[in-house]
């Protein structure tokens, strides 16, 4: 992993495997990295990424911040195949927002070995095509993405299919986390956040 790292840390763009599919990603401190991804993804700037966090300790400093309610709920999904929608309010996490400031998409996948050990935080979105399908392997990750990224990580087929999107922002007043993408199974969800207090509905 140390290539990977050391690509990011550059400003590059690197191809990494989630537990649901391949995705870009780039240093979230590295305004570089962000634009890069952006303009490899065919992105507009205005539109949000995802946070994503490998290491425990950066999902532990992320939802640190937040209200004990949301915390509660994050903590019920994450890490998983999951991504929070959570405020912000400090702009921590300004270079993922897009137009939305004070809000963040946080993403804690379960993975093992070495990338868990990547102690960066990362701006990314899925490896594939605005509206194109996600990318259940490298091969199917886009021959024009593949040839504009500093590093790739293998790990194999993945399940293929995009995490879950929930929004907690409703939570803190009382109100209802919304499902805005179902995931792999959005019953496990909705069982998680019924187990730490919170109603699911629809987006």
């Not at 939305?100 to 990547?118: C, D, E, F």
């Not at 990362?122 to 990750?141: F, I, Q, W």
């Not at 993945?158 to 019953?187: E, F, W």
Request: with cysteine; net charge negative; glycine share 12%.
């Amino acid at each position: 992993m140390a290539a990977l790292r050391e690509a990011l840390l550059a400003g590059g763009v690197a191809l990494v495997p989630t537990d649901t599919v391949y995705g870009l990603a780039a240093a979230l401190d590295s305004a570089e990295g962000v634009a890069a991804l952006y303009a490899l993804k065919g992105r507009p700037r205005g539109q949000p990424v995802q946070v994503l966090l490998f290491a425990p300790r950066l999902l532990e400093e992320a939802l640190a911040p937040l209200d004990p309610a949301t915390r509660r709920a994050a903590q019920a999904l994450l890490p998983g195949p999951v991504t929070c929608i959570v405020a912000d309010p400090a702009g921590r996490y300004r270079a993922a927002a897009g137009d939305a400031p004070g809000t963040v998409g946080i993403r804690a996948p379960v993975v093992s070995g070495a990338l868990a050990a990547l102690d960066l935080p990362l701006v990314a979105t899925s490896a594939n095509e605005p509206g194109g399908p996600d990318p259940r392997t490298l091969d199917d990750v886009p021959e024009r993405i593949r040839a504009g990224v500093a590093c790739a990580v293998d790990a194999g087929p993945l399940p293929g299919t995009a995490s879950a999107v929930v929004d907690l922002q409703g939570v803190p007043a009382g109100g209802p986390a919304r499902l805005l993408r179902p995931g792999v199974d959005p019953g496990a969800v909705e069982a998680a956040l019924a187990a730490a207090g919170v109603r699911l509905v629809p987006g």
